[in-house]
């Protein structure tokens, strides 16, 4: 299956400012997938991420708060910006593994804005 | 539209005691993957299993099993002999091939000691 690195893995932030959320797969991917994870809910579907073209984002989310940026077929950058405390999430990337092996999620990134 | 519906949002047993763990589907669809998924406390998330509409035959990997059944909409996890360690959360989750998983709200299983 896939591999994915997120980085960071977890950051406290200060509010008003953006942090940005790396994605690399050891494998060429033509979709990739950001979620968010609020505590103690279940995994949310931000935006769906083609290679050479902008995000699909689903409703409730903006490119202007959550700009997507996908350079090539292995890697990609959710930004959260101007970040409030409601923004303290984990956010998650994911890829559709070939096979049986259903979806693989990064590690995640654990957000903390204060 | 899509839905995954996991009714149970807290289970506790006893190590040894079976388990079963609920998720009902929606769909329109007539070709679906259906997912289940284990968090544990580390926040990692473990695939488990992915199943096609196609295929309704249970599903065994050691301890655990599940069971679909399209006339109920239903995929249910099954963990026989819970341990200490199968403490987590568990996600069921629908999609169409290469589109993004929709997930249920998930069910935390405590195994105590």
């Known amino acids: 299956s896939a591999v994915i690195s997120q980085k960071p893995s977890r950051d406290i932030c200060q509010r008003g400012t953006s942090l940005t959320i790396q994605c690399q797969v050891d494998s060429q991917v033509t979709m990739m997938f950001w979620y968010r994870q609020q505590p103690g809910q279940s995994l949310t579907l931000i935006a769906t991420?083609?290679?050479?073209?902008?995000?699909?984002?689903e409703s409730g989310f903006v490119i202007d708060k959550f700009p997507i940026s996908r350079p090539n077929l292995t890697f990609s950058t959710l930004t959260v910006s101007n970040m409030s405390p409601e923004d303290s999430s984990i956010y998650l990337c994911?890829?559709?593994?070939?096979?049986?092996?259903?979806?693989?999620f990064g590690s995640g990134t654990r957000l903390t804005v204060v | 539209a899509q839905k995954v519906t996991q009714a149970q949002t807290e289970i506790s047993v006893v190590e040894k005691e079976d388990v079963t763990l609920d998720c009902v589907y929606e769909?329109?669809?007539?070709?679906?993957?259906l997912f289940w998924y284990k968090q544990p406390p580390s926040g990692e998330l473990v695939f488990l299993i992915r199943?096609?509409?196609?295929?309704?035959q249970n599903e065994i990997s050691g301890r655990y099993s599940w069971n679909f059944q399209k006339s109920t909409s239903s995929f249910n996890f099954t963990i026989t002999a819970s341990q200490v360690v199968d403490s987590a959360v568990y996600f069921c989750a629908l999609n169409q091939a290469g589109t993004a998983l929709i997930f249920g709200k998930g069910t935390t299983l405590s195994v105590s000691s």
């Open positions: 994911s890829v559709a593994d070939r096979g049986d092996y259903g979806y693989t």
């Open positions: 199943r096609n509409s196609f295929d309704e």
């Open positions: 991420a083609n290679q050479g073209s902008e995000a699909t984002y």
């Open positions: 769909t329109r669809d007539t070709t679906y993957y």
